[in-house]
């Protein structure tokens, strides 16, 4: 399970406007669904946070989806707003868990790259540590 949320999300709804930013959430949504696979689940949740299901996805494909996401994202440009830059922080729990444990722990490691802004944070949960992508 994945968490994302957009950096500086406030600030660009506040300077540019609520119009700016649904262009800005529709580009990331879009975003996201290009570098997920048909069966994996992506749901918005909340004003700027989303929320991606994996399924039947090995670790090390896993590491690589969430930082292509991160990379994509920071790519993103907007015709009318070129000075606009866009990054957003992302917290993965992988392995065997329930739901509401799987979500808590990817929520967490969000929180933890939301330190930094513009990172992955993973959790694996068969190793029995996370361990956080600098980027």
């Known amino acids: 399970m994945v968490v994302i949320d957009m950096d500086n999300f406030k600030h660009i709804n506040d300077k540019y406007g609520h119009d700016v930013g649904d262009i800005v959430l529709?580009?990331?949504?879009?975003?996201?669904?290009?570098?997920?696979?048909?069966t994996d689940a992506v749901i918005r949740y909340g004003g700027d946070e989303f929320v991606i299901?994996?399924?039947?996805?090995?670790a090390d494909i896993f590491e690589k989806k969430l930082e292509k996401i991160r990379f994509s994202?920071?790519?993103?440009t907007i015709d009318d707003y070129p000075e606009l830059h866009m990054s957003v922080s992302i917290g993965?729990?992988?392995?065997?868990?329930?739901?509401?444990?799987?979500?808590?722990?990817?929520?967490?490691?969000?929180?933890?790259?939301?330190?930094?802004?513009?990172?992955?944070?993973?959790?694996f949960l068969d190793e029995k540590e996370c361990i956080t992508d600098n980027v």
């Open 26 to 38: 529709q580009n990331i949504a879009q975003t996201i669904l290009s570098c997920v696979r048909k």
């Open 92 to 123: 993965g729990a992988y392995g065997i868990g329930t739901p509401k444990k799987l979500f808590k722990l990817a929520d967490n490691m969000m929180y933890q790259s939301k330190n930094t802004k513009n990172k992955v944070s993973i959790c």
């Open 53 to 58: 299901i994996f399924f039947n996805i090995p």
């Open 73 to 76: 994202i920071d790519c993103i």
